[in-house]
């Protein structure tokens, strides 16, 4: 007789498994892609100590995210100098009303 076992495996982000580095990871490669020109993308591209200091801050940037495509504009944010910079609380309060659209509108993502 053949016995089955059922599993469910539930990801509740942050509780059972955290993907907020992987996201961020995921976020730099696609922001390596659609700001291919930018300086900033070459600096922290060859220097792994930026780049790990750069997903730790998006980490505690991340719950502002509300969906997957989004990681690329916070990474931006939290790396391209001329976003002027803004504190992690500001991220955190700001993203979806002010930073997002302008990201998306001066890019021309929108």
Wanted: some cysteine; aromatic content about 8%; charged content about 25%.
């Amino acid at each position: 007789s053949s016995e089955t076992t059922t599993i469910y495996a539930l990801d509740f982000d942050g509780v059972l498994v955290d993907s907020a580095s992987e996201t961020g990871h995921s976020g730099w490669k696609a922001a390596k892609i659609l700001f291919p020109n930018a300086s900033w993308i070459q600096d922290i591209d060859d220097d792994d100590a930026k780049l790990k200091a750069l997903i730790a801050r998006f980490c505690q940037a991340r719950p502002c995210l509300e969906t997957g495509w989004e990681a690329a504009l916070i990474i931006k944010l939290l790396a391209d100098p001329t976003e002027g910079n803004p504190t992690n609380d500001e991220i955190l309060l700001h993203f979806q009303s002010t930073y997002k659209p302008k990201i998306l509108a001066s890019s021309k993502l929108a």
